[in-house]
DNA sequence: TTGCTTTGTTACAGCGACGTCACAGCAACC
DNA sequence: GGTTGCTGTGACGTCGCTGTAACAAAGCAA
């Protein structure tokens, strides 16, 4: 390649120092090397580039307009390498996020894996008592929940809103409206999630601002199992709106009492829990404009 | 060489192009070197500078800042490329100069040929009116001579003053003077020039200005014949002030009666007579400070 | 004038970047 | 199922970059 980096470059320090001797000390290469770059770039294009004047090679006119060009390409080469520098001083380590829903908190985990793929990811999925125990026990870096606790040990920084919906089979009469009321539900076997759940504790608020709690039919511990008994229609359950990307099988049903009571899904981790990579999460969640669930 | 101009092309071609099959297309090379260069740079700096959206490759932020820095060098490089490339069509070729003088016709030559080193020269020396010939006939593309005559089939441009001298032998009385009168000079042996020297006719004017022109003691046709003659004490003679480097021997003696009759050394060559090697040797001559016999 | 140091040139060998070729796998479309 | 387009992988060839060795020329000090 006839315009090199490594031709130029031999070229601008040859200038800068007055002789090859001297331009192969300040490139720590040899002599014979410089002499080489200079002149096989001066034969391909017939030109001459330095003249001898009182023993030092100085530029000619055209050499040096060729310098000022170098010079320009080196500074834009020197911002790139900078560039890539920086961003790779993240490229290796380690971080556990932990995960209460899935969504929107998967979406950023891959977006922060597409970005930093040299970062190994560890999801820890769980409870939001669960996870908040994890957060606050070092268990993990970092965490995604809704509703996360006003407590003064944490950073935050939102990362999307939601609310709590009811789920029906949508072989369900109701499955075919858009929204739902409380005293509708209360007519239908309702499936519940264990006491520790944001999501439960949300639903137990709605039912008793608008009377009294109802017992639930069924109650079960794990987002998925209720998924699938909503699906195979054993009742009517609860869930974050867009706490998966899952869709099949069921209607989401916005509650009337809930009042659009949104609530949001948090980015937070201790605040003495910092580093390079925790940050770059932190940035990424800020900016996040994923299509929740998409 | 990690951020060669190669790789940060591929970068800039796939993220204008959206796929790197389509860059292949557009550099003229095959889409697995595309793929390994592109995938060579993110590995080595472990960082991601494409994302696929809609099968198609888009640009990462930092991808995008990325092909900014590389488009700054890429048009730094084409500066660079231009300039090679326009002194490079001047870097073959010939041309005839002829010169009346050795100097400073000389220097230009020298300096023309550092500056051109592919261009071929020739050379044409001898007196005025030959050299006056030649450029007529084609038989010089240029050439260098004082009191070119006005003459529109030409055209010239300026490079030096000068003015003819008396020469003496440094053993010589004269040679202790600074100038000497025409009255003096009539008292020595002098040497003349042939009738078609420009020189000469520029002795036989000053003299018949002052009184009656008188006859030499010798009348020599060359130049260096001339010089050889002063030199061993034959007499006095007369040149172009800075028509030779050569001083040992001899002293200048600016004449009185010249009253600093300067004139131009002019290069100059027939209108019709153009081309880029030509134009460069004008351009040059134009802007040429060279010392004069240095 | 001699000896030493520094600079530059030439020839050659080795390594790695760039590039092609052959091919397999995948996705979209008909 | 076939066709088209794209991507990724491995093997291989070419050429630029680099160092080393040998030598020549220039500069400088004794």
Redesign the pocket.
């Given at each position: 390649?006839?315009l090199?980096?490594?031709?130029l470059e031999?070229v601008r320090t040859?200038a800068e120092s007055?002789?090859?001797?001297?331009?192969?000390?300040l490139?720590?290469?040899?002599?014979?090397?410089?002499?080489?770059?200079?002149?096989?770039l001066e034969a391909e294009y017939g030109v001459r580039l330095f003249a001898?004047h009182?023993?030092?090679?100085v530029p000619t006119a055209l050499g040096q307009k060729l310098c000022d060009a170098a010079e320009r390409m080196a500074e834009a080469r020197d911002d790139a390498e900078r560039l890539l520098q920086s961003r790779s001083s993240l490229a290796r380590g380690e971080i556990t996020i932990g995960l209460g829903n899935a969504m929107p908190g998967m979406a950023l985990v891959a977006a922060f894996h597409k970005a930093y793929p040299g970062v190994s990811i560890r999801v820890e999925t769980g409870s939001h008592e669960k996870i908040t125990r994890a957060v606050l026990s070092h268990g993990a870096d970092v965490a995604v929940l809704p509703e996360v606790p006003q407590d003064r040990r944490f950073r935050r920084t939102h990362l999307a809103r939601t609310e709590v919906v009811a789920i029906a089979p949508l072989s369900h009469a109701l499955a075919r409206q858009r929204e739902v009321t409380a005293d509708q539900l209360r007519r239908e076997p309702l499936i519940f999630r264990a006491s520790g759940s944001s999501t439960q504790r949300a639903v137990e608020r709605m039912f008793a601002r608008s009377g009294a709690v109802p017992e639930p039919f069924l109650t079960l511990d794990a987002r998925d199992g209720l998924y699938e008994a909503v699906v195979s229609g054993l009742g009517v359950g609860f869930l974050w709106r867009d706490g998966t990307s899952r869709g099949d099988g069921i209607k989401r049903l916005p509650i009337v009492e809930m009042g659009r009571a949104e609530t949001h899904e948090t980015v937070f981790a201790l605040s003495e829990t910092t580093g390079k990579i925790v940050d770059a999460f932190f940035d990424m969640a800020a900016h996040f404009e994923a299509a929740a669930g998409g």
């Open positions: 390649m006839s090199s980096n490594v031709r031999a040859v007055g002789s090859y001797a001297a331009a192969a000390r490139l720590g290469v040899t002599q014979p090397n410089i002499s080489q770059l200079v002149r096989a001898r009182e023993g030092r090679l």
